[in-house]
């Protein structure tokens, strides 16, 4: 089957191919801004869901195709956060996430097309991340590296921003925009195996 990515992001991209599958990527070029709902897990889910249709009315109708949208914001104090979009709104972020715990959400929405038909599924994925308590200093270097400005909640795990970050609850994929296990049973719901996408790449 091809699995297709409606992604911009270099990690999600990573994540699935580490896991073994070999997807494509397009970008979908939905604006964000235009979405609002106060329900971050809402908020997400509507934003991955326009993701993937955005996508999907470019690649269907055709048969053994999935197409995979994600959204990803923290949540702190019941306040959602996006990506800061430059180091000074970066700095100012982590102002506010040193020495907390905040929540992050991925919102997925996946369309399987198979046999002429398609069936469709939204779920969301929740992770608790542990951030450290930084010094003004270290803030301001975290910011200078420019990781953090274009990342949801302003943070990685996997780049400069890991040692920033002293333990997660929940799904460690999530943490870098893309639940794996749920994705899994996502496809389990709507008919497809997991193992069935390890087939090599054409």
Known sequence: MRLILASASPARLETL???????????????????????????????????????????LPAD?????????????????????GSPQAAARLWQRL????GRLVTGHHVIVSVDGQERRATRTAVT????????????????????PENVAGGFTIDGYGGPFVTGIEGDPHNV?????????????????TWHDLWSPAS
């Open 17 to 59: 191919r580490r896991a073994g599958t070999h997807p494509s990527a397009i970008v979908s070029d939905v604006d964000e801004s235009a979405v609002n709902l106060d329900d971050i897990e809402d908020l997400t889910s509507e934003l991955a869901r326009l993701k993937a249709e955005a996508v999907a009315a470019q690649v």
């Open 128 to 147: 608790l991340v542990h951030f450290a308590d930084l010094s003004d200093s270290e803030m301001a270097a975290y910011a200078a590296t420019g990781e």
């Open 64 to 84: 053994d195709v999935i197409v995979v949208g994600c959204d990803t914001m923290l949540e702190v104090d019941g306040r959602p956060y996006g990506k800061p």
């Open 176 to 192: 870098v925009g893309i639940s794996l296990p749920l994705l899994r049973m996502m496809l389990a719901d709507l008919g497809v």
């Open 98 to 101: 040193s020495g907390v715990t």
